[in-house]
Each structure stands twice: as structure tokens, then as C-alpha cells.
């Protein structure tokens, strides 16, 4: 293998029900600093069915070339249809990154192409940098509990890839009428070739506000003390139209599903307003939130963490105060 024949960084265009989702656009964003400081071109890999018209918005968003499958046998994701086809396009051009979102899509898909091709993959990056003269992708993401940040290279292989979470990064400002090179890629595999049928979708029809696309969040944690404590989260969140959030023990105890926590192995949020009630303040926790725009935190101890990482904190029993809260937010709304 000689690494001089792999050019170019390429994200992974994920497209859930007809539109791009945003992490490919905060990849494109991210990928075209990396193009640019290798001198190299930036392309998007789009799959799926009908999707060749959102290459258009892909060039807006950075993209220099897009290579597009677009074929009724890509209509759903299947790790197998679509881990072939990036395969074949990566066998073909060779770039030498290749960027997914951490969806749990990008993630499945990823580490099937990993094993396959075969080469390394840093899962769940949060920085990305590259040396402009070796091409050394350095992704980083925290280690050991959030306590370190590891930066991880992959010296021995091409092309280097990696998961972003979604949310890190940030997508270029639209270029309307921006265009680049549109390549039509020909798909050789066939459905008998495919051992996974879809045979339905079901969605998720619990959470009433996206809790990753949220203005504001309100988020609980074990020091509401049981599942009906609890229920004063979904109140306040309902109040405010937010949508609810917690920490991975309220997640262990059962008190609420996994899609809803925030942090280290739940979703990173940034939204206008995120409420942190009974909540620590682990470090695990805190790098899911801390960029959001305002934080409220509710505890009874002055000395919990969590007031170090919040704009506003009020020390007292949220049994008290959430109830007050919500009574005062119902006021001003009516
Ligand atoms: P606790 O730490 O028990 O805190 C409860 C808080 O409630 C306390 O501060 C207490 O003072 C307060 N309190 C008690 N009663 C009241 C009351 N009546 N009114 C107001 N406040 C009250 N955690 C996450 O959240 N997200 C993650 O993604 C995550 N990933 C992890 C990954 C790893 C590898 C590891 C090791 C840990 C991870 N954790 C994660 C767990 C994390 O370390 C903490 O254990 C967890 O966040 C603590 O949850 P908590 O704040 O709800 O509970």
C-alpha cells in the first residue's frame, strides 16, 4: 500500500427520510479545513434512493465532488448494501480520510467498512486536525473516563477514518449556487445479494420534542430521588416546550429511555436553555451539555460540580422549587 495514492477527504452523507442530516453538514464543514490544509479536494458519498438532488445543497455546503448510488436497493439502510457500495467507491478513488457522523448509521456503517477494507477508526471524535505534510489524521475524543483527551492516529493504514458526534462540529454558512462535480456511480450489487430484508419501520413515538434538535432541555437525575420524582421533569419540560433530558443513572434505573441521556455515552446538546435538576455534575454528564447557551442548575448541595459549569445555579430542594417554577412559567405564558 503506498499512501501516495490516496487523495482527498470524503464524508459520509447520511439521509434519513429524504433529507441530509445535519452531522454531514458539520462534517463537510470540518472536512473542507482538513482539505484545505492538505491542498487536497473535499467529497461527499451520498446513498440511497432518489437522492441525487440534495447533491446540490451538498456543494453548497463545501463539498467539491459527490459520488452518489442512487438505486431502489438503497432505499433503507442495510449495513451490508451500503458497506459495499463505500467499499467499491474507496477501492476505486482511495481517499485518505473518510469521516462518518456517530449516528448509530455512521457508527454500524463505519466499523463494517473498517473491518472490511481492512483499517483503523477513532469512534466518537470530538476534534479533528491533520498534519499538512504527512496527511496524519489526528482525531482526539475523551479517554478514561473524560478525564483524559486521547488523540488517536492510525500510521500504518489507508484511508484513516472516524466518527464525529454530532453537534461538534460546525457546518460552513451555504454558498447558494455554489457547484462542483456530480459522479454517478454504477451499483453492482443486486437484491439477491443481500441477506437483510426491511420488512417495516418503527419509530420511536415517546419523545415529543427531538431532544438533540431542542431549543430547551430539561434534564433530571438521580437526585429526584424515584420515577415519580421524576415526573416533575416531563412537567416543567411540557411547561416550557422542551424537550427531556437525564443522566446515565436515572437512564440505569429505568427512570427514562436511553435516547434521552445526556453526556459521554448518551447525546451531546447544545440547546438556548438546558435545565440541570438533581443532577451532579460528573464530567461524563457535563461534556454532553456544556456548550449549551444557557444552563440552570437545581441542586440542594452548594458544593455539587454541576454549579461550576452552570450560568445560573439555585441550591435548594427541587421538590420545592420545580413546582414554583412551573407555576410561575404557566402565569407568564397565560
Ligand atoms: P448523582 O451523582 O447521584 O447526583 C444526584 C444529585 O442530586 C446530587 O448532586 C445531589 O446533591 C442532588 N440532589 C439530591 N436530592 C436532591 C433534591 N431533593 N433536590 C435537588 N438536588 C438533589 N453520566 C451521564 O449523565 N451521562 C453519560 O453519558 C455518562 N457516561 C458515563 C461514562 C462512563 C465511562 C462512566 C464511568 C460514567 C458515565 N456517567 C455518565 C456517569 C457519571 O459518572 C455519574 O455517575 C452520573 O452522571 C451521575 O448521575 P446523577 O447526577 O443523576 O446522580
Not at 159 to 178: C, H, S
Request: net charge negative.
Amino acid at each position: 500500500m503506498s499512501f501516495e495514492d490516496y487523495h482527498g477527504i470524503w464524508v459520509f452523507i447520511e439521509v434519513k427520510d429524504g433529507e441530509v442530516v445535519p452531522v454531514s453538514l458539520e462534517l463537510l464543514g470540518a472536512g473542507k479545513e482538513l482539505a484545505d490544509k492538505r491542498g487536497t479536494e473535499l467529497a461527499g458519498v451520498l446513498i440511497g434512493e432518489n437522492v441525487t438532488q440534495l447533491a446540490d445543497s451538498l456543494f453548497e455546503y463545501g463539498a467539491d465532488t459527490v459520488y452518489v448510488y442512487d438505486y431502489a436497493i438503497f432505499k433503507d439502510y442495510r449495513t451490508e448494501s451500503y458497506m459495499k457500495a463505500l467499499l467499491e467507491c474507496c477501492q476505486k478513488y482511495k481517499p485518505e480520510v473518510i469521516l462518518y457522523g456517530a449516528t448509530s448509521t455512521g457508527k454500524d456503517l463505519a466499523s463494517a467498512v473498517a473491518t472490511d477494507l481492512p483499517t483503523g477508526l477513532t469512534a466518537d471524535s470530538t476534534i479533528l486536525d491533520i498534519e499538512e505534510d504527512t496527511g496524519l489524521l489526528l482525531a482526539s475524543r475523551p479517554a478514561f473516563g473524560g478525564n483524559i483527551m486521547a488523540t488517536i492516529l492510525c500510521k500504518k493504514y489507508r484511508p484513516q477514518m472516524a466518527t464525529v458526534r454530532p453537534k461538534v462540529m460546525k457546518a460552513l454558512t451555504p454558498e447558494p449556487g455554489r457547484t462542483g462535480k456530480l459522479v454517478e456511480e454504477t451499483a453492482s450489487l443486486k437484491e439477491e445479494d443481500i441477506r437483510t430484508k426491511v420488512l417495516e419501520i418503527v419509530r420511536h413515538t415517546t419523545q415529543k420534542v427531538k431532544i438533540d434538535e431542542a431549543d430547551i432541555i430539561v434534564a433530571g437525575g438521580k437526585g429526584l430521588g424515584s420515577p415519580n420524582g421524576f415526573q416533575l421533569v416531563h412537567q416543567l419540560a411540557e411547561t416550557l416546550g422542551g424537550a427531556v433530558g437525564g443522566s446515565r443513572d436515572v437512564v440505569e434505573a429505568g427512570w427514562i429511555e436511553h435516547h434521552h441521556q445526556v453526556g459521554q455515552t448518551g447525546v451531546t446538546v447544545t440547546p438556548k436553555i438546558y435545565f440541570a435538576i438533581g443532577i451532579s455534575g460528573a464530567i461524563q454528564h457535563i461534556v454532553g451539555m456544556q456548550n449549551s447557551g444557557l444552563i440552570i442548575a437545581i441542586n440542594n448541595d452548594p458544593e455539587a460540580p454541576i454549579f461550576q459549569s452552570s450560568h445560573y445555579g439555585i441550591v435548594g430542594d427541587a421538590f420545592e422549587i420545580v413546582p414554583l417554577l412551573i407555576e410561575q412559567f404557566k402565569q407568564a405564558f397565560n
